[in-house]
């Protein structure tokens, strides 16, 4: 199993439809985790973290799995401006190093 | 904003070449990654520093590329000899774990093309 998946889709919803991506990681050691967005040919910035009792900030709600160990994302309302590719973060050892999925690319159509 | 800052952002050299990218981490952040990004590969981890030590480049082919902190507020990459292959962006990112997260921010990235 690789340490972080992702389907790269990409995911084609109109504006304001709802869409979810999971992640899933094989360190069950993991207690941090992240979600990036990184538009086309810029470098990526965080999106939001996931603590084990889930966040939601405005139309995103991120979600952990740990029995199943995976993450998710959740994006209520999509504008045309939520197209990008989102990345999840998974630290993959005790030293803190951090490995990154392939990313999910989302296109929002008008 | 503190900002990570790359150097170059372009860079085009022929096969064989040396290259050497620069990477200025935020003042403060103790911890420096290099990544790799291609189409095929998405987000490759090459090298990860903490307080100026190396803890893992197991990402990094070893005979071509290296990867050093002389101080606190340079990191370096550096490729030689250089090869089609190598060309990707490489990204710079810098973080200060706290209660055992690591919140990175990452470099604009330096474009390299080896032809």
């Known amino acids: 199993r690789k340490e972080v998946e992702q389907d790269p889709g990409p995911f084609n919803v109109p504006e304001g439809a709802t869409v979810a991506f999971n992640c899933t990681y094989s360190?069950?050691?993991?207690?941090?985790f992240f979600w990036y967005r990184q538009d086309c040919r810029k470098e990526p910035k965080l999106l939001m973290s996931v603590y084990s009792s889930g966040n939601e900030d405005g139309r995103f709600t991120a979600q952990l799995n740990r029995a199943s160990q995976y993450i998710s994302l959740l994006i209520r309302d999509s504008k045309l401006s939520d197209s990008a590719t989102y990345l999840c973060v998974v630290p993959a050892s005790n030293t803190g190093k951090l490995i990154f999925g392939q990313g999910t690319t989302l296109q929002v159509k008008p | 904003d503190a900002r990570v800052t790359q150097t170059p952002r372009h860079k085009v050299t022929e096969m064989g070449q040396e290259v050497t990218m620069r990477c200025q981490p935020i003042?403060?952040?103790?911890?420096v990654f290099w990544y790799r990004q291609t189409m095929m590969q998405g987000l490759e981890l090459l090298a990860y520093?903490?307080?100026?030590?190396?803890?893992?480049d197991s990402g990094m082919p070893k005979d071509r590329f290296s990867a050093e902190m002389p101080d606190a507020t340079l990191a370096t990459l550096k490729i030689q000899p250089s090869e089609p292959r190598d060309s990707a962006v490489y990204f710079c990112?810098?973080?200060?774990?706290?209660?055992?997260?690591?919140?990175?921010?990452f470099g604009a990235g330096s474009r390299l093309t080896v032809l």
């Open positions: 003042l403060g952040h103790n911890t």
């Open positions: 990112a810098s973080g200060l774990p706290r209660s055992g997260a690591n919140v990175l921010t």
């Open positions: 520093f903490r307080n100026r030590a190396p803890l893992d």
């Open positions: 360190n069950s050691a993991s207690q941090s």
